[in-house]
């Protein structure tokens, strides 16, 4: 059902769902991206990445690391550094669909995963 999800959402977003595959280190959603979609995770986990707000100190980027292969630098310059991991039975996308904002965060696969996409069918923008 639709546990969870706040009632005004809800009536807006159950008019269109479709699961969605994705493969490791694919990035299922942009930083800054107007979006009308949320996305739960039914399988799989994803890191969410976000990169400073402009004018906001630099950061020194860490040596973290996705997906156990090794140093992903080049994610950490495109998408800023991870701010967390989310798994199955989480979510993204309500804020910025509830508030029409663009995204605040970049999400990327860490293994492939099966989404639950609900949005009103205009997809991204």
């Known amino acids: 059902g639709m546990g969870g999800l706040p009632v005004k959402l809800g009536k807006d977003l159950a008019r269109v769902s479709y699961k969605r595959i994705c493969q490791p280190m694919e990035l299922m959603a942009r930083q800054g991206e107007v979006t009308t979609e949320v996305m739960f995770i039914?399988?799989?986990?994803?890191?969410?990445?976000?990169?400073?707000?402009?004018?906001?100190?630099?950061?020194?980027?860490?040596?973290?690391?996705?997906a156990g292969s090794g140093s992903h630098s080049r994610l950490m310059i495109d998408y800023g550094r991870c701010r967390g991991v989310l798994g199955a039975g989480e979510s993204f996308g309500e804020s910025s669909v509830a508030l029409n904002t663009p995204r605040w965060t970049s999400i990327i696969a860490r293994e492939q995963c099966t989404l639950l996409v609900l949005g009103d069918g205009r997809g991204v923008g």
């Open 42 to 66: 039914l399988e799989g986990s994803a890191s969410v990445h976000a990169l400073p707000e402009e004018g906001a100190e630099a950061e020194e980027f860490g040596s973290e690391t996705i």
